[in-house]
């Protein structure tokens, strides 16, 4: 997938630019808070109608605009197809545009163009608590399988119901085909996360971490269901992988019900399921969420971001475009090699910002230069500027 052409109406602090883009991408220098972020925000945005730094859509429209706009052309040289999209955000709405026509099949959109991010929001994934594992899980699985959006929400909508129902209700009957349902939602969704941490642990092993030097040690993700938290690896292995009959794992989810039931009323909440689960992200065989430095944590969740561009490319049978967001800061030059020697081998459209170090980048001649500047209140991109450019605010 290519982005070939990018324009930006009162997107963030973007009020209208024009943008071509070669097929290698490009490189994006400028000040702190002169909207390199917001730039590939938008091209995150247009591939998976979400942001990387925030749930609330409104933020993303120009503060004095009504009207926010991101339009694009994109090409699969694999289906040899081009499309035009546009995203008008306005008040409360999200408008889609493919080809000139006004669409609701969201998924049809998304199929259009891919892109995957790495942005330093993410890195506290590593290191604090399971929510934000989870949500990298699921935004990865999303990317590989744009149905999956409909399998979380299920997911929700459901536990947002069974925990309404403890707070409100004493009709068991009721309660127990909530809890069938929920324990289905529950099961598609960790059937799904058990299988993405399965993929991405053979791309790392398999390929990712031999090519890129065996100096980096091991990388690995290790699903916890909470519901399996005390079950011996033999019981995980019966229940969990995806060739088998959910009976089992049904069973074992009712049993749980059943233990939890009185603590369950009390409280007014859901006790078990998969809104509880963590992924250990194990680097160099201990758990980095207890010690992964600044450093370490880039490099982890690069290579997580390369792996899942790795996995859209196997499964999806196309070449996602990948943002880099500040990702050289605080590495050390073996850890900027790495990344590098991943852009070279797999050439991927790459979009990458940095304040202003380009001489590291001198291996990568062919992406587009362009200087991001913030001029009265408004952020200007110029193309090829000189190096030493200065900042204007
Ligand atoms: N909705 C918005 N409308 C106008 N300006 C915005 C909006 N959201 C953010 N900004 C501006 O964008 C700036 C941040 O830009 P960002 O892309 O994060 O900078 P950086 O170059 O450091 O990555 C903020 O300081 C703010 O002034
Ligand atoms: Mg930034």
Redesign the pocket.
């Known amino acids: 997938m290519l982005l070939e052409k990018l324009a930006l109406h009162r997107f ?2 973007y009020h209208d630019i024009d943008l071509v883009f070669p097929s290698a991408g490009a490189y994006i220098t ?1 000040c ?8 590939l925000e938008s091209i995150f945005f247009l591939a998976n109608l979400s942001s990387f730094r925030t749930n609330n859509r409104e ?5 004095d605009a009504a009207q926010g706009i991101v339009k694009a052309t994109v090409a699969d040289r694999y289906a040899d197809r081009q499309s035009e999209l546009a995203v008008q955000l306005s008040a409360g709405t999200r408008r889609l545009w493919l080809n000139g026509k006004e669409t609701r099949e969201t998924r049809e959109f998304t199929s259009r163009f891919t892109a995957v991010a790495f942005h330093p929001g993410t890195l506290q994934v590593v290191r604090g608590g399971p929510a934000g594992r989870r949500y990298l899980i699921d935004r990865g699985i999303t990317s590989l399988h744009p149905g999956f959006v409909r399998v979380s929400q299920d997911f929700q909508h459901v536990l947002k119901q069974r925990n309404s129902l403890l707070r409100t209700s004493t009709d068991t009957g009721f309660l127990a085909a909530w809890t069938e349902r929920f324990i289905t939602a529950a099961i598609q969704l960790m059937r799904a996360r058990w299988r993405h941490a399965e993929l991405l642990n053979s791309i790392l092993s398999a390929e990712l971490l031999q090519d890129l030097g065996s100096d980096i040690g091991t990388l690995s993700l290790d699903y916890r269901p909470a519901i399996l938290a005390k079950c011996s690896t033999q019981q995980y292995e019966r229940l969990l992988p995806t060739n088998g009959t959910d009976a089992p794992l049904r069973e074992h989810f009712l049993a749980e019900a059943q233990r939890l039931q009185h603590a369950e009323t009390a409280m007014g909440q859901t006790l078990f399921g998969p809104q509880r689960d963590d992924i250990a992200i194990n680097f160099c065989g201990r758990e980095s969420r207890g010690y992964a430095s600044q450093g370490q944590q880039r490099l982890v969740v690069f290579l997580l971001v390369a792996a899942l561009a790795l996995g859209i490319q196997r499964q999806r049978g196309h070449r996602p475009v990948m943002l880099l967001d500040d990702i050289v800061s605080e590495l050390d030059a073996r850890n900027r090699e790495i990344i590098f020697t991943f852009l070279k081998t797999h050439a991927f459209q790459t979009f990458i ?1 940095a304040t202003e170090e380009r001489e590291q980048f001198d291996d990568l001649n062919s992406l587009a230069r362009f200087q ?1 500047q913030r001029l009265n209140d408004q952020t200007t991109l110029r193309n090829d500027m000189p190096y030493a450019a200065s900042c204007t605010h």
């Open positions: 963030r602090s400028g702190n808070g002169s909207g390199k972020t917001n730039l933020e993303l429209r120009n503060w910002t991001v």
